[in-house]
């Protein structure tokens, strides 16, 4: 509107706050922007985070190694399979654990379908920031599959506490392969469909592309990673880079889209899910038999010392630092979760966007407030 | 039914032992009384339609969206709104305390009084057209656009941020596209020669105005599509921006109230495109107002079909898009049709150059 | 990664310890300034461990090492002379209440990446160490978030508020000296008026 009223034509007009969140349909859980309003257009915008901090790190000192696994899950609950794998690495790497071969095939298998499941939310929540509400239905159907697959290993579909310290909870149920295969068909179907009907919809487009446009150099500065950071055409992805468990055996690409503005944040999100899909095709045909569990005591005291485990999680690397002073409790925990940095963004590139585009930004860098807040 | 209304009356005559003079013609309440009744069906109507049309959105958009919709109360699920609305009914009637009480109050009352008075206009067939008006088309217009106002009220009156940017984003969106609407609909009025709803459809009754004026129709739907604010220009209550837009505030009977506005306006200005494109109610076989209404709900699913496939638009770019390609083209489209009268009645011998 | 000792010779004052970059503490400004004019370092974390009864990781020469078992047990195995370039063991010396505080960066001009930690042991009673924000921006809300939990100031900020805890809380949580208060306030302007008739 900024464009139609000026001081020129005699009118005084006023800047306004706006308190967008933490109460808000699109913040995705309770972030809070204070936005500092020109009519629709945002001058600039503060993050205010924290309304879902839990403490945890603080909790964790308290518990067993053992008793805070399940935590783990909590943080980005979208992808709760995938969170525990940085926790159980870097436990490993703290007690010099050897997890079985089949038991990272099945930390792959999972986490990459946890990774799908959590990569259609964000399609669907992107698009449902549009007000596309059909496109929305269809991914999270696609996704109930999964979450249908990873109920069946672990016994929850949201929360998925598979991982452990040395390999994983369970083997796999009966019947449950040709289950993959069949949801993985009916995802990329579901998938081709809304790629379809709204990479090439004209008002989508016109909304993503070249909004909020951040360039490699800003994303490496600003710390974002994950696909976040592909969209600004990096290929840096740890699974690639800095192979840990047995993704230096799977054949795959690393997705990444070469604009960084809001739609390659999108896209290559979806370029993703079909290269995970590949994965977990992969995995399930190498699949070796064997234990599942390396063999950790049930009184678990690693000797003092500290280690740190990275992963690629959802939404970019999730790191653990774990410091011991050999008892059976940690003596500190630190995390670092992606989307608290990947957040860091919103206020440098804020300014200058309209409310619809900035509401269209926050979408396209997907993040999820428990793993912010933790 | 007027035969039947008299023999009413001239029972109820019979019975007060009044003189046996016809008191249709005597008496000025006559008027008033059908006034009255076409009132009640107005609203009979508009109660009808939108349960109706609620349970037919909800059904649609599940069949479209790959989930069932309501099925569980009635059969089908047809008691679903019946329900929801006697939720609505007893919910508590929260007013916010820094509100402008007034204007918060009379806001719900506005839009449903409009929605009332435009189903009174409609030629639902040859004899069934409760107000008819020689002007009826303007006043269609003039009416339909003080539900600027009453949105703008709540907005204002909500003394809420959201509220009040959904409020301003209609004003500017509604007030935009009725230029480009009323100009699409000025083509029609020239070719017809009257203002009069029941005149337009029925000089339909050979070929429908939509095959003499299809970029009209498409400045039409575009623009009723921007005035009723559905998808994809449903800036007002855009809810992932603006949470409800301009009733975020309201709550129980008074949401209630805003709703049966929305959907209310949607089958009187769907109505209006059959009117104006769809030859009304003109058709064989069955009753006129069995062919209007049918028409009008195809209509209405036609939108509705638009409303779960499109995203929104960006309402800088809504703007653009009104000034710079509609109203440009429906002027253009103005010129043609003048023009091509001109050329019509030349070739039929109707002036002499 | 490239290889850690060539980046230790090219920052002032770091040696490498257990495949960590350890830096002192009066020289970590000069130390960030030197691994930014490296390039290609991207910072995405920052964590601090309270150390109230001395660190037992490895620490730099111009401080002392812990007394904790795992740094004695560290000692014992490899007397400090067999590790070449290590500094003289001073275990004698009583240990320093410290925060370990950890710079984490990945290195983004090789394909093949690890972790390069940056480990600067700082004095626990005067936690004071120059902000990073303006060479790394994303060490914005990450020494906000340290500051927060565990009370470590970062100077040169523009501002130093808490991230994650209210604005008003007390204290610094992740320290273990921290004790968590029986009752919590409840923020709400109903209680805040009761509290302020005397109520509650």
Not at chain 1, 88 to 113: F, M, S, T
Not at chain 1, 314 to 342: E, L
Not at chain 2, 324 to 353: E, F, M, R
């Amino acid at each position: 509107m900024s464009d139609f009223i000026t001081e020129a034509d005699g009118l005084e007009t006023q800047e306004f706050i706006l308190n967008l969140g933490p109460q808000h349909p699109s913040t995705h859980g309770v972030y809070r922007a204070r936005l500092i309003m020109d009519g629709e257009t945002v001058i600039s915008a503060e993050n205010k985070v924290g309304y879902l901090h839990r403490g945890i790190e603080k909790l964790a000192e308290g518990i067993t190694y053992a008793q805070f696994t399940p935590y783990t899950t909590r943080f980005d609950y979208v992808a709760g399979a995938l969170q525990p794998w940085a926790w159980c690495l870097a436990l490993e790497k703290l007690g010099n654990i050897v997890v079985p071969e089949r038991a990272e095939y099945l930390r792959v298998i999972v986490g990459e379908l946890q990774r799908i499941a959590s990569h259609l939310v964000m399609l669907g929540s992107i698009v449902l920031d549009f007000s596309a509400i059909t496109p929305w239905t269809y991914v999270f159907n696609a996704r109930e599959d999964i979450s249908d697959l990873l109920e069946a290993v672990s016994g929850s579909r949201l929360l998925v506490n598979y991982f452990v310290n040395g390999g994983v909870n369970a083997d796999l149920p009966e019947g449950w392969i040709p289950k993959v295969e069949k949801a993985l068909d009916s995802m990329l179907k579901r998938l081709d469909d809304f790629d379809r009907m709204v990479s090439g919809n004209e008002i989508f487009v016109g909304r993503t592309k070249g909004i909020a446009v951040v360039s490699a150099e800003e994303a490496i500065e600003y710390g974002i990673t994950g696909a976040s950071l592909r969209a600004s055409g990096l290929t840096f992805d740890l699974r690639k880079d800095s192979p840990y468990s047995i993704y230096d055996r799977l054949d795959f690409e690393v997705q990444s889209m070469p604009a960084g503005d809001s739609f390659d944040r999108y896209y290559v999100r979806l370029l993703e899910i079909r290269e995970s899909a590949k994965m977990v095709r992969q995995a399930l045909k190498q699949l070796p038999a064997g234990d599942i569990r390396a063999k950790v005591a049930k009184v678990w005291r690693p000797a003092p010392g500290e280690a740190y485990a990275a992963i690629e999680a959802a939404r970019g690397i999730m790191g653990y630092q774990v410091v011991s002073d050999g008892t059976v409790k940690p003596y500190r925990v630190h995390m670092r979760s992606p989307s608290f940095c990947n957040i860091g963004i919103i206020p440098a590139k804020a300014p200058g966007l309209t409310l619809q585009d900035f509401i269209a930004f926050i979408a396209s860098l997907d993040f999820v407030l428990g793993d912010i807040d933790r | 039914m007027v035969g039947f209304l008299t023999t009413i009356f001239n029972w109820a005559q019979g019975i007060l032992g009044l003189p046996a003079t016809s008191l249709a013609d005597a008496l000025p309440w006559w008027d008033i009384l059908w006034a009255f009744i076409y009132f009640v069906g107005a609203v009979i109507l508009l109660i009808i339609n939108v349960i109706m049309l609620i349970w037919i959105e909800r059904r649609a958009a599940g069949f479209f969206q790959e989930r069932v919709g309501p099925n569980r109360v009635g059969p089908l699920g047809l008691l679903q709104t019946v329900n929801d609305t006697i939720k609505l009914l007893g919910k508590e009637w929260i007013m916010p305390a820094a509100a402008d009480k007034l204007i918060y109050l009379i806001a719900p009352l506005l839009i449903v009084t409009i929605s009332v008075t435009m189903y009174g206009l409609l030629p639902y067939g040859p004899g069934i057209t409760p107000v008819t008006l020689n002007v009826g088309i303007l006043f269609f217009l003039a009416i339909s656009s003080v539900n600027t106002l009453s949105v703008l009220m709540a907005g204002w009156g909500s003394n809420n941020k959201y509220s009040l940017l959904g409020g301003m984003r209609t004003v500017a969106q509604i007030i935009s596209y009725e230029i480009p609407m009323a100009l699409s609909i000025i083509g029609i009025v020239m070719i017809t020669g009257s203002l009069d709803l029941g005149t337009i459809a029925s000089s339909q009754a050979h070929v429908w105005n939509v095959f003499i004026q299809p970029v009209a129709f498409v400045i039409f739907v575009i623009s009723a599509l921007a005035e009723l604010t559905k998808s994809p220009f449903d800036m007002t209550e855009a809810e992932q921006e603006f949470v409800a837009g301009y009733h975020t505030e309201y709550s129980g009977i008074r949401f209630t109230l805003f709703f049966m506005g929305e959907y209310a306006n949607l089958f009187s200005m769907s109505a209006l495109g059959v009117v104006l494109f769809f030859g009304g109610a003109n058709g064989p076989f069955l009753p006129p107002w069995v062919w209007f209404i049918g028409k009008t709900y195809v209509f209405i699913l036609f939108m509705l079909w638009i409303r779960w496939t499109f995203l929104r638009i960006r309402v800088d770019k809504m703007m653009k898009f009104n000034w710079k390609v509609l109203i440009p083209i429906s002027l253009a489209n103005l010129l043609l049709t003048g023009v091509g009268i001109k050329i019509w009645q030349a070739a039929t011998g109707a002036i002499k150059w | 990664m490239r290889d850690i000792t060539i980046i230790a010779a090219a920052i002032p004052a770091a040696e490498v310890k257990d495949g960590l970059l350890v830096v002192p503490a009066k020289e970590i400004e000069g130390a960030l300034d030197g691994l930014k004019r490296l390039g290609g370092f991207m910072l995405f974390d920052i964590s601090a461990v309270d150390r109230p009864t001395g660190s037992p990781a490895p620490q730099p020469a111009a401080s002392t090492p812990g007394a904790a078992p795992g740094a004695l047990a560290a000692a014992a195995s490899a007397p400090a002379s067999a590790v070449p370039g290590a500094a003289p063991a001073q275990s004698s010396a009583p240990a320093q209440p410290c925060f370990e505080l950890s710079y984490r960066f990945m290195d983004m001009r090789e394909k093949a990446k690890d972790v390069l930690t940056l480990r600067v042991i700082i004095d626990r009673d005067h936690p004071v160490v120059p902000s990073v924000a303006r060479l790394w921006p994303a060490a914005d809300v990450l020494e906000r978030e340290v500051w927060d939990l565990m009370g470590i100031e970062f100077s040169g900020r523009l501002k130093q508020e808490r991230i994650l805890l209210k604005s008003d809380f007390v204290g610094h949580p992740l320290r273990k000296d921290f004790v968590a208060p029986k009752r919590e306030r409840f923020p709400s302007p109903s209680w805040d008026r009761k509290a302020a008739e005397g109520g509650l």
